[in-house]
């Protein structure tokens, strides 16, 4: 993408923050937001640990009236959609609304209307059921939600890519704002899977960590006693818009979304390719479209699987596109603190390492107590790191092989 494409506004629902100050904040402590689900009986699940949002109504601007027609993952994503909306200071008074699109990925839908609904239809019969079943938990409930709210009527798109979803959600909205199709773009994801069935559902992939006992240890990423990554809930949103647009209206601008490479592995449905061939294709397809070389690199946000396989692949994808550049180039995962939001990650991904350019500081992997030899990488262990970021990759993975590598660059 030849032109730069900027993100002037940051909003963030997280376990570990509800706005972007108290996000950094918390993010600084490297501490982690992980523990057990107690809202539902999960002492059946084989992982009843995760990364919860608490304090959703306490920072909603959403009436009551609409909470009750939409499920929690819609109104995380009007939360974080305002923050953005008012970090950017859109005047939605003087917006051509025809020319302001959503783009929004997320893997599993809204599971907590669905699951209760249903519950009511078998013991109420279909007189029980609400007549907002059937809009309230598909994935594109809300984006379109989001556009019912604010009247936005451009081109919009839900992704959904397992924990690549928001990845491509980013990159699509930045490039139908380098195409000129729309003058704003919301862009992010949300995820609401710590419900009873959804958090079964992603138990049943086999990807998560059985650590119940000491949760805030559970999710370490590279470690020899890795066991899976954490689920968590929550949403990110940033606005777009182009880098000229931007700086007519004076606004501050975080950084811009510089390019990506996306491949397949073409291996199997749920599971990754055991080698590391696509994803290193995925890597050097994002530097080649983003006209960077390997040394221009000073950052890496970490897909963090936590996986024996996982960890392995990614680390032998880094080391053979970068070779002896890597131990230049700085590597963490963030997400250790607060939990792996599926298909959100890549959302909040990029809204910590947006913050790290803005601060100059990494924000390291946690729980990194005993190194794998197999993973020979250097993952920024247990303590954040004062570093200057010019050009920074985010790596993304979802189930079936999808490999996804976003690059983003300071406001240089």
Known sequence: MKERVAITGIGVVSPCGMKKETFWANLKRAESFIDEVKRFDASLYPSRIAGQVHDLDCYSHVSSRLVKKIDVFSHMALVSCEQALQ????????????????FMGNALGGWLFAETEL??????GREGVSPYMASAWFPAAPQGQITIYYGFKGYSKTIVADRASSALA????????ADNKNDYV?????????????LLTANTCGYLSKNNLTPKKAYRPYDLYRDGFVVAE??????????EHAKKRSRHIYGYIKGIGVSSDGYHFARAKPDSEHLEYAIKACLTDSGWSKKDVDYIC???????????????????????DLKNIALSAPKTIFGNLLGAQTA?????????????????????????PYCDIKVTPNKPVERKINKALIIARGRGGINTVLAIENNA
């Open 87 to 102: 970090d950017a200071q859109v005047d939605l008074n003087n917006v051509d609304k025809t020319r302001v699109g959503v």
């Open 119 to 124: 519950r009511d239809m078998y013991i109420e």
């Open 170 to 177: 980013l990159w699509y909205g930045a490039k139908i704002i």
């Open 186 to 198: 919301l862009a992010g994801g949300m995820e609401a899977p710590i419900t009873p069935y959804a």
């Open 234 to 243: 929550g949403s990110g949103t940033v606005v777009l818009e182009k880098e």
């Open 302 to 324: 970490l897909d963090a699987e936590a996986t024996v396989m996982g960890d392995y692949l990614e680390a032998r994808a880094l080391n053979n596109v970068f070779g002896e």
């Open 348 to 372: 909040l991904d990029l809204i910590v390492t947006l913050l790290s350019m803005q601060h100059d500081l990494i924000i390291p992997t946690i729980n990194y107590d005993q190194p794998d």
